[in-house]
């Protein structure tokens, strides 16, 4: 198997309301193969999937999770999973987290230094999936938003 993600999925529980979030709230644009029940974004080299959560659960042949408190309500429960959006400075994670508070999201950790010498901080989609806001001095961003580690 190659070292490589091709498409990550997220289940959510209203793929409408999840739509608005990313779309309306954060700008986002859906690919053409989306419809009613499924939404596709291109994310640099990667796509990034919206999907209703309890035909994901079934997809992967588990039963569906238990209803969760909404990003206004307080945290979901963690999910083992956080996305990344790095960004070239510490000023724009500040930014995007209040963008995406101000979308409908849930600011989870205010931006802040960390002790490997970045700048970081993390919000929730209305579906509870984490989202870190990330500088870091040691990773090459490139213009196009492609992360590449160092050698």
């Given amino acids: 198997m190659e070292q490589r993600v091709s498409l990550i999925t ?11 979030f990313y779309e309306q709230g954060l700008g986002w644009r859906a690919s053409g193969p989306s419809n009613a029940d499924v939404a596709f ?9 919206l999907y209703a959560e309890a035909l994901l659960a079934a997809d992967a042949g588990r039963p569906a999770p238990a209803a969760a408190p909404s ?11 956080t996305l990344a959006h790095n960004v070239p400075n510490p ?18 950790r205010a931006g802040a230094p960390t002790d ?6 993390t919000f929730s989609d209305p579906d509870g999936h984490l989202w870190e806001v990330a500088w870091n001095p040691g990773f090459d961003l490139h213009a196009d938003g492609t992360v590449h580690l160092p050698r």
Wanted: proline share 2%.
């Fill in 116 to 121: 490997w010498g970045g700048y970081t901080g």
């Fill in 41 to 49: 974004y291109q994310a640099g080299g990667l796509i990034v999937a």
């Fill in 91 to 108: 000023q724009l994670v500040d930014a995007l987290l209040h963008e995406a508070e101000r979308a409908g999201g849930r600011i989870e």
């Fill in 71 to 81: 990003a206004g309500t307080g945290p979901a429960a963690f999910r083992g999973v």
């Fill in 10 to 20: 997220l289940g959510v529980r209203d793929v409408a309301r999840a739509r608005r």
